[in-house]
T-cell receptor, first 113, second 108 residues
Framework: EPEVTQTPSHQVTQMGQEVILRCVPI?????FYWYRQILGQKVEFLVSFYNNEISEKSEIFDDQFSVERPDGSNFTLKIRSTKLEDSAMYFC???????????FGDGTRLSIL | RKEVEQDPGPFNVPEGATVAFNCTYSNSASQSFFWYRQDCRKEPKLLMSVYSSGNEDGRFTAQLNRASQYISLLIRDSKLSDSATYLCAVSRDDKIIFGKGTRLHILP
């Protein structure tokens, strides 16, 4: 069964540094998403991406964050000037169309020191 | 009011019992509805989509009541492997809004 893959599985970074989280969505999917889950809390929507542009973003997704689809397969989340409170699991997801079930990757655990 | 609310957990249920999860959502513009399960420190995995007509997949039955803005999930003949957190999810535009989840422990 096709799946969403994410790398790295765990990223440890010093506060203030930049991180890039990578995702390879399912190949025939057109919509891509990032979510985060702080330990013990619910899964929160960050951003959706379609047709090479952001289609929706949450209040969490401020100027510190950016997304990019640099080639035909990868979808990245960049976090600039990381803060302690950015520590969380970051999940990438994709779906065939908007409103369809989203399939999640197994996440990147981001730890900011 | 939270956009998606679920029963507080955890539910501790003996193996073989039937378990019911309830969920309400506040935004009537919500378009699609799902149940996901999440194992500890893992990603949400789609369990099933939920339709107004009700739908069943083996031991799992989901129901949607748009008028009441209520979603349910029933698990029959529960197994030890059903132990997980069950997430109610609604989609609107290009995002999914998750509930906080209800943790289920199936006891041998």
């Amino acid at each position: 069964e096709p799946e969403v893959t994410q790398t790295p599985s765990h990223q440890v970074t010093q506060m203030g540094q930049e991180v890039i989280l990578r995702c390879v969505p399912i190949s025939n999917h057109l919509y891509f998403y990032w979510y985060r889950q702080i330990l013990g809390q619910k899964v929160e929507f960050l951003v959706s991406f379609y047709n090479n542009e952001i289609s929706e973003k949450s209040e969490i997704f401020d100027d510190q964050f950016s997304v990019e689809r640099p080639d035909g397969s990868n979808f990245t989340l960049k976090i600039r000037s990381t803060k302690l409170e950015d520590s969380a699991m970051y999940f990438c997801a994709s779906s065939e169309t908007g409103g369809q079930p989203q399939h999640f990757g197994d996440g990147t655990r981001l730890s900011i020191l | 009011r939270k956009e998606v609310e679920q029963d507080p957990g955890p539910f501790n249920v003996p193996e073989g019992a039937t378990v019911a999860f309830n969920c309400t959502y506040s935004n009537s513009a919500s378009q699609s509805f799902f149940w996901y399960r999440q194992d500890c420190r893992k990603e949400p995995k789609l369990l099933m989509s939920v339709y107004s007509s009700g739908n069943e997949d083996g031991r799992f039955t989901a129901q949607l009541n748009r008028a009441s803005q209520y979603i349910s999930l029933l698990i029959r003949d529960s197994k030890l492997s059903d132990s997980a957190t069950y997430l109610c999810a609604v989609s609107r535009d290009d995002k999914i809004i998750f509930g906080k989840g209800t943790r289920l422990h199936i006891l041998p």
